[in-house]
């Protein structure tokens, strides 16, 4: 019987599962190490062997072939990772450094892709849409980003990885002409402007105090801030307009909102009206906006179904 490996390359933490089946119901074993990033690529490299030996040790399994959630993004033309916050991974030919040292064919995504895929096969999806034919994920939380899964004639639904590699990176759609820079070298980002750091920093130059993201929230529920009602005011308003780039290019049956800032209630009431001014078809919005179901899990579920 087919079993489903995969494991998810965090900076910190390396996690694993083993699936007997598409479903979170379904794990056969789970498990966590360090990541040891410090110690360079080569280290990482034998911590995954080091994970994917334990999994075998304890269930007697062996892998078919394993998917890997990442930090950054396979470039499928130089065959090497870039765009990886764990910078020591930039440059390196990981996926065929891992198929010679694992001995099995490997497929790799970037985390953003393997959170769409988990939530559109195993998530809230199939309970919503599950004849959908193709999905938006978005993470908008410290970072944002974004995957696309399509459903394939099989019936399968995967990730559209994209010639570059690049396929769903939402992120860094421009949004704010002269916004904040951006480490990708541009200025304006979604990322500098609808994650939570950049709404936060908004707050604090206009206000001159810090305040968490779920301050900012709980304050403009209060209603006695000004400050923290522009800032709210500014998520929507861009909320709207970047959403309205994923309908009118893609129009998807559902985009699922994971991350931090993508649980705020009021992006799935009045985040979607706004969107609606910006939709090339703007008397009706049926796409779905749905909240995640599988929570942290998202991304070692969706590395193992790659
Ligand atoms: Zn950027």
Same mark, same amino acid.
């Given at each position: 019987m087919q079993n489903y490996w995969g494991?998810?390359?965090g900076g910190t933490k390396i996690e694993g599962v083993i699936l007997s089946a598409p479903s979170p119901d379904a794990v056969i074993i789970r498990k966590r190490i360090d990541t040891e990033a410090h110690l360079g690529y080569d280290h990482i490299m034998s911590q995954?062997?080091?994970?994917?030996? !334990? @999994?075998?040790?304890?269930?007697?399994?062996?892998p078919d072939r394993?998917?890997?959630?990442?930090?950054?993004?396979?470039?499928?033309?130089?065959?090497?990772?870039? /765009?990886?916050n764990t910078t020591v991974l930039n440059g390196r030919p990981m996926k065929q450094d891992l198929a010679r040292l694992l001995?099995?064919?490997?497929?790799?995504? /970037?985390?953003?892709?393997?959170?769409?895929?988990?939530e559109s096969t195993m998530g809230i999806v199939?309970?919503?849409?599950?004849?959908?034919?193709?999905?938006?994920?978005?993470?908008?939380?410290?970072?944002?980003?974004?995957?696309?899964?399509?459903?394939?004639?099989?019936?399968?639904?995967?990730?559209? /990885? $994209? @010639?570059?590699?690049?396929?769903?990176?939402?992120?860094?759609?421009? !949004?704010e002409e002269n916004g904040y820079a951006?480490?990708?070298?541009?200025? $304006?980002? /979604?990322?500098?402007?609808?994650?939570?750091?950049?709404?936060?920093?908004?707050?604090?130059q206009i206000s001159g105090e810090e305040r968490t993201m779920k301050e900012i929230m709980e304050?403009?529920?209060?209603?006695?801030?000004?400050?923290?009602?522009q800032t709210v005011n500014r998520?929507?308003?861009?909320?709207?307009?970047?959403?309205?780039?994923?309908?009118n290019i893609l129009d998807p049956d559902a985009i699922v909102l994971g991350g931090g800032v993508g649980n705020v209630d009021l992006l799935y009431t009045e985040g979607v009206e706004r969107a609606k001014k910006y939709v090339f078809n703007s008397r009706e919005i049926n796409t779905r906006f749905l909240k995640p179901k599988l929570g942290d899990s998202a991304g070692v579920f969706g590395a193992a179904l790659l």
């Amino acid at each position: 019987m087919q079993n489903y490996w995969g494991i998810d390359l965090g900076g910190t933490k390396i996690e694993g599962v083993i699936l007997s089946a598409p479903s979170p119901d379904a794990v056969i074993i789970r498990k966590r190490i360090d990541t040891e990033a410090h110690l360079g690529y080569d280290h990482i490299m034998s911590q995954i062997v080091r994970l994917i030996d !334990l @999994l075998k040790a304890e269930t007697d399994l062996q892998p078919d072939r394993i998917g890997f959630g990442t930090p950054g993004t396979f470039d499928p033309a130089r065959q090497t990772m870039k /765009n990886c916050n764990t910078t020591v991974l930039n440059g390196r030919p990981m996926k065929q450094d891992l198929a010679r040292l694992l001995n099995v064919p490997v497929a790799v995504a /970037n985390d953003a892709n393997c959170f769409a895929l988990a939530e559109s096969t195993m998530g809230i999806v199939p309970d919503v849409v599950p004849n959908f034919q193709s999905v938006f994920g978005v993470i908008m939380g410290t970072g944002v980003g974004g995957g696309v899964v399509v459903r394939g004639r099989d019936g399968v639904p995967f990730v559209l /990885n $994209g @010639l570059q590699g690049i396929g769903g990176e939402w992120g860094h759609n421009i !949004l704010e002409e002269n916004g904040y820079a951006c480490y990708c070298g541009k200025r $304006g980002c /979604n990322e500098q402007v609808i994650s939570g750091p950049a709404l936060q920093r908004y707050y604090q130059q206009i206000s001159g105090e810090e305040r968490t993201m779920k301050e900012i929230m709980e304050r403009y529920q209060e209603g006695n801030d000004l400050v923290a009602s522009q800032t709210v005011n500014r998520m929507l308003e861009y909320f709207g307009r970047a959403v309205s780039v994923i309908i009118n290019i893609l129009d998807p049956d559902a985009i699922v909102l994971g991350g931090g800032v993508g649980n705020v209630d009021l992006l799935y009431t009045e985040g979607v009206e706004r969107a609606k001014k910006y939709v090339f078809n703007s008397r009706e919005i049926n796409t779905r906006f749905l909240k995640p179901k599988l929570g942290d899990s998202a991304g070692v579920f969706g590395a193992a179904l790659l």
